[in-house]
């Protein structure tokens, strides 16, 4: 796991957050994580490899083996839930980017605009924006870098979308 070792304690930063692992809990900036976000905190560090994480091509959280239960929860808190703040998600990117170690991405992903944010040091999310016209509503839609699901079980894959997606709803 890509974190700074400090005697038992691990330290990374998740959801924007500096985290730390300890046989004393898990704490988010210093606060004890909140129980959801400390259990996927904690298959996080479980699912640690030494594997280094692909970033391209992006997959569909439905393309991961297994996740077809998840789909529908996932669509909706992770990407129906962004569709009314579309248009205050762009004047925020760089509010967005600097606390979910964001960076470029690639030129060849479409929309209107992108967000390529790391929550977790080894899990990239593509978020893929469509602003309204006359034709269509607002649309999102969240890709996860490659090999994603090689670093945390498929339930708490969705649950790193969903988190992220309330993250972004946080800084608009």
């Known amino acids: 796991m890509p ?40 298959l996080y560090a479980l699912h640690a490899s030494t594997e280094a994480p692909v970033l391209e091509p992006f997959r569909a959280f439905k393309e991961f083996p297994d996740s077809a239960p998840y789909v529908g929860a996932f669509a909706s808190h992770t990407e129906q839930v962004l569709v009314p703040a579309v248009s205050r998600i762009e004047p925020n990117r760089d509010r967005i980017e600097s606390r979910l170690a964001g960076q470029e991405p690639p030129a060849a992903v479409g929309g209107d605009f992108c967000l390529l944010v790391r929550p977790l040091p080894k899990i990239s999310l593509c978020y893929i924006f469509y ?24 339930d708490g894959l969705a649950d790193v979308g969903e988190y992220t997606s309330r993250t972004i709803l946080s800084l608009v």
């Open 3 to 42: 974190a700074r070792k400090d005697g038992l304690a691990y330290a990374f930063t998740a959801f924007g957050q500096r985290c730390v692992i300890s046989p004393d809990g898990i704490t988010l900036d210093e606060e004890t994580a909140p129980s959801i976000i400390g259990i996927l905190l904690s």
């Open 131 to 154: 602003e309204a016209d006359a034709d269509f509503p607002p649309s999102v839609t969240c890709l996860y870098s490659n090999n994603a699901n090689r670093f945390m079980p498929i």
